[in-house]
Each structure stands twice: as C-alpha cells, then as structure tokens.
C-alpha cells in the first residue's frame, strides 16, 4: 500500500509539469474581422466552431471590424494579433506608418470585391457615362479610394464625376432615392443591399474593376510582424485551419452561415448564404485559385498592384511584395485546393 501511494504521488507530481507544458502551449488571438459578422468571413468563424483552431493549439477570440483601415491599425498597434482586411489598405497603411510592420500571410479574395453600382433608369452603362453623375460611398470604402485609377485605366477624368461621402448605412438607400447616381462598394454586399430595398437584380447595372484591367487582390489573413516573429508556429496552424474551413464552408454554407449567426442572431441567413456563394463565385475560386489551390498570390500579380495602387492614391515609396506578403506559413498546396 506504502509502495502504490509513494508511486501514486510521483505519477502525480511527474503528470503536473506536464499538464503545465500542454497548457502553457495554448496561444491566445485576438482576430479582427474588417466589418460585421457575414457569410464571406465564415472560414475564419467555422475554423473556430469545428474545432479546427483548438487542434492547432490556438483559442481565437473573434471580433467584427469597422473597415479594412480600422483593422489593420488593430493589428499593428498590437490590440489583436490577426485580423482580414484588404491587402491595398494594409500598403496605405505601411507606406503611411514606416516601421509599423503588419503582413498578409494568407490571401482569401483572390479577385477583389471593387465595383459601381447604378440603377438602370439612370442611363449609365459604360464607364464613359460616369462623367457627369454623383459617385457615393462612405470614404473609407476601398473601391471609393481607388476610384482615381479606375478613372484613369478607363480613359475618364476622375474630377469631372463629383464624389459624396455618407455613413454606410444610407449607401444604397441614397442610391435607390436618387441622391446620388452611382454608388461603389463590394460587389457581394451594394447588390444585395439594394435588391433588400426592392431593386430586382436586372434593374441594377455594375461595373466590377476587375473586368475593367484593374487587377487588385481583395481581403486577405494579415498578421502583426511582433506576433509573426514571436509565434510563427501559431500563425501557421491558424492558417492551415482557416484552409481547411474554407473546404468545409465551400461544400456547406448553409451549415457556415447557422455558425454565423451564432455570433449575430440578427442576420438574414438566407441573405448571408447568397452573400457567401456570391463571395465564393467571384473572389475565391477563381481560375487562378482552382488551378493553383487556394491562399497564395502571384508575385509579378500582386507587384503590378501595388504600382497602380501607389499611382491612384499618390503614395511615395510604395513597399515590394514581400515588404506586405509572406507564403511562408501556407500549407502545400494539396492542402489548399479548393473542392
């Protein structure tokens, strides 16, 4: 009996450090999502309820964002670790703030979202008609700020299209009643917003940037440079579980989305399942993303963005690739294709 209790109290004493190690494993993140709870962010929300997260040693908190801005000036002030967020708003960011150092680590919207939005009844149809009519959007909207370079790549004058800012919410609303002629946004969130104000879908005509030469990648994973060079074994597993969502939420948005409203009640889930698809369609699987897996970039691509980012929003000393972009915590890309 003396000998089991002696063997009882060293197991326990050997089982306790142990116990320690695996706890002290466990890495804490704050992610910040760039806007509301919404089917496109449903990777990052379904990594976290399918347990894809704590399998990698990670207990994420996630939390909605007021802007792609906003979030990246949470993740470089250290107040989250990670966040998503448009790479073009992470190189104003770096240009704007030297030394503040915050990378993308995994690209999500391979074709960005950026797109005009007019009403049929307004006679716009091609670029040449925005001459003359009112653009509004709020002034942190991605596709608002670049503007100026779909302007120039079309052969228009940006100044001779008269801009108006509005808070988000009175985007669309301001649209449908005639406030302003032309609003831009992403593409998966003004159409849906004005078909949910009673515009049917053949009665909207859009434009996306991308059909017009203005190649920019979208909203991608990005990470504090501290917390990459402190943790890079957690920035690998959150990525390689965000991949492995991004499979399951492809082949289940349905399911995607209930997890959504785990966190929002208040959504549309039939709203957020098309909002999803749409996403899915347009900026994720695209040709590049089915043929080559999904998260990675095209260097010349993305180099090539950057040159007509810099040029349409006047940055000095725009940053090289690699100064806003790492592929180094990607799974293999057999791990990242998309189904």
């Not at 703030?97 to 990378?103: D, E, L, R």
Request: with cysteine; charged share 20%.
């Amino acid at each position: 009996m003396r000998i089991t209790a002696i063997s009882t109290t060293l197991l326990a004493g050997l089982a306790t450090p142990f116990l320690c190690g695996t706890a002290l494993a466990q890495t804490d993140i704050k992610f910040t999502l760039d806007w509301k709870y919404q089917g496109p962010t449903s990777a990052i929300i379904a990594a976290n309820d399918l347990g894809y997260f704590a399998e990698e040693g990670l207990t994420v908190t996630i939390d909605s964002g007021n802007g792609s801005a906003g979030a990246v000036t949470r993740v470089a002030s250290g107040a989250y670790q990670m966040g998503f967020a448009d790479i073009n708003a992470l190189v104003e960011f770096n240009v704007a703030n030297p030394g503040q150092s915050v990378k993308a680590v995994m690209m999500v919207y391979d074709a960005a979202p950026f797109g005009l939005y007019t009403l049929k009844s307004s006679g716009i149809e091609k670029p040449e008609d925005l001459v003359g009519h009112t653009l509004g959007a709020p002034v942190f909207d991605a596709s608002y700020k670049l503007f100026p370079a779909f302007a120039a790549e079309v052969g228009i004058d940006e100044a001779a299209v008269p801009r108006v800012n509005m808070d988000p919410p009175l985007r669309e609303a301001m649209l449908v009643r005639g406030d302003v002629d032309v609003i831009s946004g992403h593409y998966f969130s003004s159409m849906l917003d004005l078909m949910s104000k009673g515009v049917a879908e053949e009665d909207i005509t859009y434009m996306l940037y991308k059909d017009f030469g203005m190649d920019f990648y979208g909203n991608a994973v990005i990470a504090s440079g501290e917390f990459i060079e402190s943790n890079p074994e957690a920035v690998t597993g959150f990525v390689r579980a965000v991949a492995k969502a991004m499979q399951f939420i492809i082949e289940n948005p349905e399911e995607a989305v209930e997890m959504v409203a785990e966190l929002d009640p208040l959504i549309d889930k039939e709203l957020e399942v098309r909002r999803l698809g749409m996403a899915i369609d347009i900026n994720i699987a695209t040709p590049y993303t089915r043929e080559n897996g999904f998260g990675d970039v095209d260097p010349d691509r993305l180099a090539n963005s950057i040159r007509q980012l810099a040029t349409a929003l006047d940055l000095a000393n725009p940053p090289s690739p690699d100064e806003v972009w790492t592929s180094e915590f990607l799974p293999p890309a057999d791990q990242r294709q998309l189904p």
